[in-house]
């Protein structure tokens, strides 16, 4: 087995789909109308690990929109060309709540999305991008 989705509560379908494919660079894998006013919507990479956008449908859900993780960072994308992906997110509006920082790990920066849960952006760590290079 292998986890392929995890949910994340939404306000309304449409900004949340404009949102992470137009800003963040995610591809609209699935929207499809499952009746009463609910969608099965998935962004992320086809064929890869998928966000699941759940519309709140009721006060308690919707009051956990944007505070999933409790104000924690969780959600992480690697990427393989940090540099260019952080300006091209931060050209188009991504709010990034800091400046980007090397860790043993990787280049890092965390950033919020349209409805403040946080998610980490993680690319290759310095020595090794530029061994690549």
Not at 4 to 16: I, P, Q, T
Not at 78 to 105: C, L, W
């Amino acid at each position: 087995m292998r986890p392929v989705m995890a949910s994340l509560l939404v306000r309304d379908y449409d900004e949340a789909i404009a949102y992470f494919c137009d800003k963040v660079g995610f591809t609209l894998v699935e929207d499809s109308d499952l009746g009463g006013g609910k969608r099965w919507v998935r962004v992320g990479v086809e064929g890869g690990f998928c966000i699941l956008l759940a519309k709140a449908n009721t006060e308690s859900q919707s009051v956990l929109v944007g505070k999933q993780m409790g104000g924690r960072v969780g959600f992480f994308l690697n990427t393989e060309d940090f540099d260019a992906d952080h300006a091209r997110m931060k050209g188009q509006g991504v709010h990034f709540i800091e400046e980007p920082r090397s860790m043993e790990y990787g280049k890092v920066v965390v950033f919020e999305d349209l409805y403040g849960n946080r998610w980490d952006m993680i690319g290759k760590p310095v020595a090794a991008a530029q061994a690549s290079s």
